[in-house]
Every structure is written in C-alpha cells, then in structure tokens.
C-alpha cells in the first residue's frame, strides 16, 4: 500500500510543509519595524480568521493572491475582502 499524502486546502504555511516559502515570510516578519508590525495577539486573531475562511487555500488568500502569514503581520493591513470584513 502507497503513502499518499494529504493536502489539506486550508491550512497555512505553517502547517503546509512549504518549509522554503514559510522561512522567508519568517525572516521578512522579522525586518518589519516594531511601529509597523502587529502584535502577536493582534496577528494570531487574524490568522483565526483567515483559518475559518474559504479563501485560504493552501497558505495562499485567494481574495487577493497575498500569504495572509505575511500580510497579518502589519498593523496597517485589513483583510481584503470588504464583505468579510474580517480584519
Ligand atoms: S479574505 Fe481575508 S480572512 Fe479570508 S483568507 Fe483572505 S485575508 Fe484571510
């Protein structure tokens, strides 16, 4: 019997395996100066909402193409889905 392995269409990055990709966002979060950057409560809320949401798709918004990973970490940035109105 063959492994087959499971890709789940809403999971993160984090969750993903797409360790490459992950790493990258990781370091570019951790350039974002303090002023500019989301607190952690502030960006694991929107991740809950990204999680609950039918645009994430494979660690990717399909709303607006974005990693929400990335796009979460920025105080200044919402949601892109005005009907959501997520975050
Ligand atoms: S539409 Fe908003 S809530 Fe949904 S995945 Fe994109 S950023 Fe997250």
């Known amino acids: 019997m063959s492994e087959e392995k499971r890709f789940c269409r809403r ?3 984090e969750e993903s395996g797409e360790a490459d ?3 990258d966002i990781r ?3 951790a350039r974002i100066p303090p002023a500019q950057k989301a607190d952690e409560t502030l960006y694991r809320r ?3 909402c990204c999680a609950a949401c039918d645009y994430l798709i494979g660690g990717v918004c399909m709303k607006c ?3 929400p990973e990335f796009r979460a970490a920025f105080k200044k ?3 892109p889905n005005p009907a959501k ?3």
Do not use: Q
Request: net charge positive.
């Open 11 to 13: 999971c993160f990055l």
């Open 21 to 23: 990709v992950l790493s």
């Open 27 to 29: 370091t570019r979060i």
């Open 46 to 48: 929107r991740l809950d």
């Open 65 to 67: 193409g974005c990693y």
């Open 77 to 79: 940035n919402r949601c």
């Open 85 to 87: 109105k997520a975050w």
